[in-house]
């Protein structure tokens, strides 16, 4: 069998475009001033760093001032939660759901030992949340909801408007984790009631270790850490000027006639999908229509996703394993049990994610094979029974 490059694995991170690169190497060569000197290499700096925040801005339907630049999802996430809890100054209650990425979810964790309560909102089959259920956790002294745009493992879209509406409607501040969403999907931030967005680069084919947070204008936050002045001081340090202006590249390049581009990934994703649930005893995991237009998850019963994962891998295809055992450990991925998937059917998960690199001819070639890999692995499987003809 022929074997070539096939890489579906853009959720974890995505390829620099060449456009990118040339217009970051410039600020490396040549533009290398601190933007906060005074002399004329640092102004020339400023101006450049203060056009990339305009156009971000503007892409996402936001106000320059409003956005701040970080090292990427998890900086963003750690300054909109812990700096709002730092703000508030006493303890209070905070609304997340219980599949958030461990960048919220370990965040909030890391507050509740200091004595902030949480609720940690339970989601369908599909993994949505119910709105219903974020306006009954609501307490007198809940200070901010954290809810994902669209989730990492399973690409279901959260109904973040509603959410967004209902934390304004009590006076609470929202904050959404859009790392996912952000170069995938059309977004207008001046149509969501939202006080805090996080982004990351790397997600939309630009350089990693550098995202932004939105924060809405009159939105009062602390930092997480003190230094110098930079970023409102809500993010002090030197900026990642290179990194700062690649973002602003990707950002403008992906969101050029976005809705045509997820327009083709979405009818990638269903072609695979609907490929893929010809195997026999392969289940969807996530929203059937309300997902990323680039997320496929299934899970094939009957065989440990690691072994897939493997076997794709000696065939030239980067996935990755829904059951994600992090840090060692056995236990399936926390999102996996919270759509309700059992253990086994859980470890049998695969992450196909779809960026803007991946053809017709990739969904092909990951169609011919794999049905040849699940095959094989369930013939050495202990609980795999094979239909009688
Ligand atoms: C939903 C979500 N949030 C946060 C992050 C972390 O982003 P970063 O890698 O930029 O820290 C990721 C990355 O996988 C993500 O998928």
Redesign the pocket.
């Known amino acids: 069998m022929k074997s070539r490059q096939v890489y579906m694995d853009h959720?974890?991170t995505t390829p620099v475009r060449e456009e990118v690169l040339e217009a970051m190497l410039p600020f490396y060569r040549e533009h290398y001033g601190n933007p906060s000197s005074l002399h004329a290499q640092g102004r020339a700096v400023r101006r450049e760093l203060e056009t990339a925040r305009e156009k971000i801005a503007e892409i996402l339907g936001a106000e320059a001032k409003e956005i701040i630049f970080t090292s990427?999802?998890?900086?963003s996430?750690n300054i909109a939660l812990r700096g709002t809890a730092k703000k508030k100054g006493t303890k209070g209650h905070i609304i997340t759901s219980s599949i958030e990425?461990h960048?919220?979810l370990d965040v909030c964790r890391d507050l509740e030992k200091e004595g902030h309560p949480v609720t940690y909102l339970p989601v369908d089959k599909y993994g949505r949340v119910d709105p219903q259920t974020v306006k009954e956790a609501i307490q007198p002294d809940t200070f901010i909801i954290s809810i994902?745009a669209a989730n990492?493992e399973i690409g279901t879209l959260q109904p973040i408007k509603e959410i967004g509406s209902i934390a304004a409607e009590h006076k609470i501040l929202f904050h959404t984790?859009a790392?996912?969403v952000v170069g995938q999907l059309p977004l207008d931030l001046s149509k969501i009631k939202v006080d805090f967005l996080?982004l990351?680069a790397?997600?939309f084919n630009g350089p990693k270790g550098v995202?932004a947070l939105y924060v809405r204008k009159g939105v009062r936050i602390n930092p997480i850490y003190i230094g110098g002045g930079q970023e409102r001081k809500i993010r002090p340090g030197t900026e990642n000027v290179p990194g700062i202006i690649g973002m602003s590249r990707a950002l403008e390049l992906t969101s050029t006639g976005m809705e045509e581009k997820s327009e083709k990934l979405s009818q990638l994703r269903d072609r695979l999908i609907s490929g893929l649930l010809k195997i026999d005893e392969v289940i969807l995991n996530g929203h059937p229509e309300e997902r990323l237009p680039g997320n496929v998850n299934v899970s094939f019963e009957h065989i440990e996703g690691e072994s897939i994962l493997l076997s794709l891998d000696l065939q030239g295809v980067a996935a990755s394993s829904g059951s994600a055992c992090s840090s060692g450990s056995l236990d399936p991925s926390h999102v996996l049990s919270a759509i309700g998937l059992d253990h086994h059917t859980a470890h049998g998960s695969i992450r196909f994610s779809l960026g803007y690199g991946n053809s017709n001819n990739d969904i092909d070639y990951v169609l011919e094979i794999i049905p040849l890999i699940v095959d094989k692995l369930r013939r050495i499987s202990p609980t795999y029974k094979p239909k009688a003809i």
């Open positions: 959720g974890a990427g999802g998890t900086e996430n990425h960048a919220v994902m990492n984790d790392v996912q996080s990351s790397h997600k995202g």
